[in-house]
DNA sequence: TGTGTTATATATAACGTTTCACGAAGGAAA
DNA sequence: TTTCCTTCGTGAAACGTTATATATAACACA
């Protein structure tokens, strides 16, 4: 590291021949003279001069920057998220803290005092403890997940559900599965299940839900699977999976114990997630609109006044077909 | 956003009946008077009193900040390498500023200048403009690109295009061809075509090379496959891209084509990227240690004093199969 | 007991901004 | 002219820290 002396407002000021005040004005668009402005628009120039945000914040307690805590930019969903986070929070003029907590709920706990100790203007966060309590002198605002009485924005994930039941049974699948494995705190993520089951119900169609939490493996899926095949052929003709990731794994499951997918099973995930090398998706899913959520979030955190904000805000979710349909 | 007063030293300071200074000591760890500390530190619980670092930023010129800059997290490269960066620095002490910009030049300089503007200790930067120009006044540490004179990190380019070259020479390939779509701007990540086509000069081999840039599209390549298709076989056994996403896509095209691969033409792709889905590479290929170049330049950055820093660091790659090649 | 020497807490001056009260300058109305 | 407004630049105080100089207490030694 290099030591870094910038020219400061009084610098500026000198060159100028003005005051403190007045370049002050200048720099925030403040209306000033003009014969003032231009002498401080030049020594601006020249000089090289740049706001010290530091200074800034310290003296308008607002920093324009946000914290962004995140489990992990391994799986795509996060790193798309956290792009257009990103991106949509520079286009407002916000800068973006990022924080990784790699699940872990004492990281997360202190990620959330650290953000607080820089002094950000909020939080948007994606987290997995159970016991996470922010009190609400500090704005926050949360993706799939409830914290306190924060306000929530997650896709609609009961219809999401829905949809894919719909969708399955329009194709033609006669006996369903639902697999799901996630989150032990029960999120807004928590409604594709009951979301899928409803629309069975309501279609009187023949189904059957396994849920697992991520303490657990995947095996029970699989063994469960191997058990229901009979004579080369699956019982079930339809099989949603919370998400695209186990979409793909149960797909090649499946396939490599010779059950041709989408010709026998069908198979619908929930995501939406592309491949980065095809561009297509790596199963038929339920698309969430992540750039969307990315956008209602910062919006949220950034009109937060009072407690206007509504605790959630689920977005529309569609289907597409990505291969593992009869679409 | 709501307004948001903690107390500060000063409330601390009264509470428990010392001076700001003694106060600063005991936040700094600096040696006092032991009743004095336990006074401070009880104050500081009962008030919940946190440092505030836009304040403590402006002293002492240090903001344990680094600005990541980066073009996308669409690519699971950049997205992992922003995740190993973002958590190598949290546990240096430092937090990361991150700043998409969307492979755009102009706002590339915007986020240098921002950076600074911030007073961010250092920046780690993926660029693609070719004029970018910082001054050395500030930190800086790219990766795989050059700016100016400082320093930075890659992986051993070169040598990983000579493995590659190897690695299908010893799998019996006899006619090789090197496929390369990049940057216009001439990196590091160039010279794995030089690597390559330097091992098949050494080996005597028969090889033809592909070069691209990013403003083209990657059409000409299969053109250029489709044209080599005779009797529905390639006239090419072996096949290295440069990048994984190449690599599945080549594969992907022959295969519909009725071209078996790795019997009938072995591929190797480079970077190492590791499917979210299936937890595997997507074909067999040149792995670069993306967490120990995101902690190379973490480092580089953090001791970097003077000018001491070597202008190029590049870290060793190992080969892995991933099902494209016969091992 | 007085002096010199540490040790350590306090008071104060920055750091680079913004903001606000103040005053100077320039018109307009009488 | 004088008076009163209005406009607009100036100077100083403040934001919450750290760092430095100063003051105070404590102790040892002659």
């Known amino acids: 590291m290099k030591p870094c002396d910038a020219p400061t407002m009084k610098d500026v000021a000198r060159e100028a021949g003005v005051s403190l005040g007045t370049v002050s004005k200048v720099i925030n668009g403040i209306p000033v003279g003009e014969q003032y402005r231009k002498r401080v628009e030049a020594a601006t120039e020249k000089l090289g001069y ?28 996060f790193a798309v998220l956290v792009n257009e986070l990103s991106e949509y929070l520079m286009q407002q003029g916000y ?23 820089n002094k950000i203007d909020g939080i948007i966060a994606l987290t997995y403890s159970p016991d996470l309590d922010v009190d609400e002198s500090i704005s926050v605002v949360t993706i799939d997940r409830h914290i306190s009485n924060h306000p929530c924005v997650s896709s609609d994930n009961f219809h999401g559900g829905e949809l894919a039941a719909e ?84 797909c090649e499951f499946l396939k490599a114990r010779g059950i041709r997918i989408p010709e026998d099973v069908q198979i619908i995930g929930y995501d939406g997630i592309v491949d980065y090398a095809t561009g297509r998706y790596g199963c038929s899913t339920i698309v969430q609109p992540i750039a969307e959520m ?34």
């Open 50 to 77: 740049q706001v010290n945000n530091y200074a800034r914040g310290l003296k308008t307690n607002k920093t324009y920057c946000v914290a962004l805590v995140m489990p992990s930019l391994h799986h795509p969903f």
């Open 167 to 250: 969708k399955l049974m329009e194709l033609g699948c006669k006996k369903l599965l639902f697999l799901h494995i996630g989150n032990v705190i029960v999120g807004e993520a928590e409604k594709r299940g009951p979301g899928f089951e409803n629309a069975c119900r309501t279609a009187g169609a023949d189904y059957h839900s396994i849920w697992l939490t991520d303490q657990d493996t995947e095996a029970p899926f699989f063994r469960f699977l191997e058990e229901h095949i009979h004579n080369g052929k699956l019982e079930y003709d339809g099989i949603f999976c919370n998400s695209d990731g186990l979409g793909v794994r149960v």
């Open 294 to 327: 990315a956008q209602t979030a910062v919006n949220l955190l950034l009109n937060q006044q009072g407690t206007l904000a509504p605790r959630n805000t689920s977005l529309a979710v569609h289907y597409a077909p990505g291969g593992t349909t009869r679409d």
């Open 95 to 117: 800068r973006s803290l990022l924080m990784i907590t790699n699940y872990d709920s004492l990281v997360e706990k202190k990620c959330f005092s650290l953000a607080q100790q």
